[in-house]
């Protein structure tokens, strides 16, 4: 069974820094595209950024610069380093899999569609 389960959620002030795991269980997780999304209230869904198997990384505009995607493959653990946060980027934060893919990330962020696992998220709140 597939599982997919986020931590390391909390509040933080503006310009603070937070790091997202999202640990990964009933598949190779090494073989497979992941991503990070992230859902404000009363907001869609956005793409916040992908890794592919290859540890390729493509960020959404909003985030690039501030933001890391990672992976431990020894560990089945994506990372997301969240650097100088601004109010804005508060929301719930998911991590998703491609499991139906080659392990290439085609849509990268914005492909929402091809993501076919999801994980329950963890929400980060940042205070001006």
């Known amino acids: 069974q597939v599982q997919l389960v986020e931590s390391g959620g909390g509040s933080v002030q503006a310009g603070g820094s937070l790091r997202l795991s999202c640990t990964a269980s009933g598949y190779t997780f090494s073989r497979y595209c992941m991503g990070w999304f992230r859902q404000a209230p009363g907001k869609e869904r956005e793409g916040v950024g992908t890794i592919d198997s290859v540890g390729y990384t493509v960020y959404a505009d909003s985030v690039q610069g501030r933001f890391t995607i990672s992976k431990d493959n020894t560990k089945n653990t994506l990372y997301l380093q969240m650097n100088t946060l601004k109010p804005e980027d508060s929301a719930m934060y998911y991590c998703?899999?491609?499991?139906?893919?080659?392990?290439?990330?085609?849509?990268?962020?914005?492909?929402?569609?091809?993501?076919?696992?999801w994980g329950q998220g963890t929400q980060v709140t940042v205070s001006s």
């Open positions: 998703a899999a491609d499991l139906m893919g080659d392990g290439s990330c085609y849509g990268g962020p914005h492909a929402e569609h091809e993501y076919n696992h």
